[in-house]
């Protein structure tokens, strides 16, 4: 997306309800060329609606909590909710909204088990958190937006802050695998999109079978880097961003 698209994307998802020509002005764009992206762009047309009085909407909102992000998500709360669920109940309620969101849930190669295990690391990093105030944070497992053939964005695990979004990959594995830090840092660009210029994203990938990992891997024909880490070391990830420990 171009720095306009993105623009007119954000200003729809943080207003409730807005016209084309009010959009225009707070941009200070051409009506033409901004009725160009509201009809052509893949975000606009796929995450945003017009309703009977012309005036746009956001399906997922760029405002805490993010209204209609649960749509999209095999289970979305707020991390407290999420912690006061007990394992069973909390899997239960993910495999229904994995069913209602079209999510595969083919168990044959334990897909439940990792759906646990990954939950187990996200307790274990709140306990770890200690005093922290993450009363407020989200948390959204199994993210899966795709309505058409333009858009796709895929998560195993987002928590949401104040100002970042930490997407992570999850892998039951102690080896680190370039194409799987490529999997963990594809669909960045597009959660940036998603949830507005006052985030900054971090994806990461988590290895919960390794011990004591942390270190930044090069992503492929590029200069940047993804944190790598077992789920052990994930509290350093958000140390790092928010500095609990400073």
């Known amino acids: 997306m171009d720095l306009i698209e993105r623009d007119i994307y954000a200003l729809i998802c943080s207003n409730d309800g807005i016209k084309a020509k009010e959009i225009a002005s707070k941009l200070n764009r051409d009506r033409k060329a901004v009725n160009h992206y509201l009809y052509s762009s893949p975000f606009m047309r796929e995450l945003c609606y017009q309703d009977g009085a012309y005036n746009w909407h956001g399906y997922i ?120 830090v490529l999997q963990a840092a594809k669909y960045g660009e597009y959660l940036e999109v ?21 270190r930044y891997v090069d992503l492929r024909g590029t200069t940047a880097q993804i944190p790598v880490c077992s789920g052990d070391m994930l509290f350093n990830i958000f140390d790092e961003y928010l500095g609990f420990l400073d």
């Not at 307790?123 to 922290?132: E, P, Q, S």
């Not at 987002?158 to 102690?174: A, C, G, H, N, P």
Request: net charge negative; charged share 30%; glycine share 8%.
């Open 61 to 180: 909102r760029q405002a805490r909590p993010h209204r209609g992000l649960e749509e999209f998500c095999g289970f979305y709360s707020l991390v407290p909710e999420f912690l006061a669920l007990g394992e069973e109940e909390w899997l239960e309620l993910l495999k229904a909204g994995c069913r209602k969101i079209g999510r595969n849930l083919n168990d044959a190669r334990g897909l439940f088990h990792s759906f646990t295990d990954t939950a187990r690391t996200m307790r274990a990093l709140f306990r770890d958190l200690g005093d922290v105030a993450f009363g407020e944070w989200e948390i959204a497992f199994e993210l899966r937006i795709k309505k058409a053939r333009w858009i796709r964005i895929y998560g195993d695990v987002l928590v949401i802050t104040q100002r970042y979004v930490f997407s992570l990959e999850f892998k039951m594995k102690d080896k680190i695998e370039e194409e799987e």
């Open 194 to 214: 998603l949830f507005g210029p006052g985030y900054d994203v971090i994806p990461a990938l988590v290895l919960t079978r390794a011990e004591d990992l942390y």
